[in-house]
């Protein structure tokens, strides 16, 4: 049955990748238990590497069933290390003793490129796992990755080099470890760099953990993992209707979609705001730089934005969902700029960046507004999500006010 239905979609040379993707997700979340018992006996007895990769990558949007992405991984490492990089996407899922497996693994044959890309998996989001590989790892995205969480001497030795040729790579470099040291580095470097490197050093700082300026906190401690659920599994709504006009285009009018509200009070983030904070998005010929809007009792404010009457964007969150969240502890964050397309949403903790800049500033009060979530594109179980690059939601919680801008990789 999964069989047959998934080789009538991926033979039909009609369709486009995503659209294969597209139909294969809505077939298999059709099937009682959303399919996962069929997919992972289908994986298991496989060698058809395309095959596994469309169904590890549904299995990887869907939250829970980590007993069986554990297995589906396992069985790949054992038996069958072709379909390692068909199932990719499962890394981050893994426990513990299954990373220092595929680790393992990888630094005995770092020539293979199935195990490439799962360590580069690993690399972004256990970074600090490659820590103790640090004399092996020759790769420079790799060697990228391990600064994140990575020791108080690499920051001595970067700091030296800078004294040494001013060179603003350096710069970049302290920006990735997230580490007190390396946040401390930077800020005693600010006022020596030149004129033209500052915003960038500035930006470092506040993706590592304050504001230059007052070193306030400029992210939330807790890190939170979403993933796109329907309505009922999560109070934290997605899509659909809204009960306030909301932002629209001041060209085109185009309604903003309500990309996310979270409620607070299910989260320990230590907000005291009343208001729970909502993001909004649009897109068009005229994307907009970045939404913001002020929550009241009253309702909502658009600052700098119009506002529709009342009626809402549907074209960007496929169906009335929700976000569900789990607590994933990333203590000095994901390593390496961020890929957008693969789900990868959070809430709390470090941002994930596509490329370093600086954070929003609240146009009430002036002062920066702390990084909050990021919605990234890509598949959800009711289809695509209808923006590209990565989403970005600041707060200032003592005004109540939300904004959002977007990255791609373009
Ligand atoms: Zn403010």
Redesign the pocket.
Known sequence: MLESQLQRILKNPELTVDEKEQQITQFLHSLPGKGVNEIVEFIINTNDGIAANYLANYLSILPNYDQNKRKIVEQAIHQKRHLLSAVVNLVKDLPDGLLDQLINAYFQNPSSSDLYNIIFEVAQFFPEKLHKFDDQIEDEYLRQAILTGGSDRWVDELVRKYYEDQNPQHLQDLAWFRTDKALDALLSLAPTVPEEDLEDVYAYIESSGVFPDTRLASVYFENYRGYVVSREESPHHMGGSFPYPVPKCPFTDTPANRILSLDTSQLDLDLESPHNPTFFWYEGEHPPDCIYVQFTDEGIIGLMTPMTEGEVGTDLIPGELALKLEEYPCKYGRGMAAIPGFANHQVGGYPPLIRFERFPR??????G?QFLVSIDSGMTPFGSLGFTGILYGFW??????SCTYGQTDE
């Open positions: 609240c146009p009430i009060c002036g002062q507004m200032c919680d003592p005004c109540s006010v």
